[in-house]
């Protein structure tokens, strides 16, 4: 029994967040791409991937797990993100550290994702079974670069007191 669910159950609540989290991560993502604030996703997405930290750490485990380093990692740049995104309304340098450190939060789901489906699904579990193999490494250094190209463009572009006018030109967003 974990906060008394059962172990099934938990580890079903605990998919579901992260799927969520994920999800809300990517609409986040194109926000930033689009220069759009997305401003309930992002509180949703800020909100699920702490709670799907959280609740990681609720599993039984024995010693410091790369799983429980990476909730460690992701949490810190939780608190960053949402110090940069709601404390400095992302003033300055702060619109950058937000997207780079909500970017990586989004990114460190989506290994977890990777690994967990490596892990839990037959086809995948037989091409690499230690996650060691060629093809686990493939599609993670494919995920990074994907992510590393998004958050580069992402920083360039997420200006998000400015808005696209029809025409193209950028106009003043109103308040």
Request: charged share 10%; proline share 5%; hydrophobic share 60%.
């Amino acid at each position: 029994m974990i906060l008394g669910m059962t172990a099934a159950s938990y580890t079903y609540l605990h998919v579901l967040i992260s799927l969520a989290g994920i999800v809300s991560g990517l609409v986040v993502m194109r926000g930033f791409l689009t220069a759009r604030r997305f401003a309930r996703w992002t509180a949703f997405f800020l909100a699920t991937t702490a709670v799907t930290s959280l609740t990681g750490f609720g599993f039984p485990f024995k010693g410091v797990t790369p799983g429980i380093v990476i909730g460690i990692l992701s949490m810190i740049l939780l608190t960053v993100a949402v110090v940069a995104r709601y404390r400095f309304a992302m003033r300055g340098a702060w619109r950058p550290i937000y997207v780079v450190t909500a970017a990586l939060s989004l990114y460190f789901n989506v290994f977890i994702l990777i690994v967990q489906l490596f892990e839990k699904v037959s086809g995948l579990r037989a091409l690499a079974p230690t996650q060691k193999e060629p093809p686990f490494a493939v599609v993670q250094l494919f995920v990074v670069v994907v992510f590393v190209v998004a958050t580069v463009f992402a920083v360039k572009r997420f200006h998000p007191d400015l808005e696209q006018a029809p025409a193209g030109t950028i106009q003043k967003r109103a308040a």
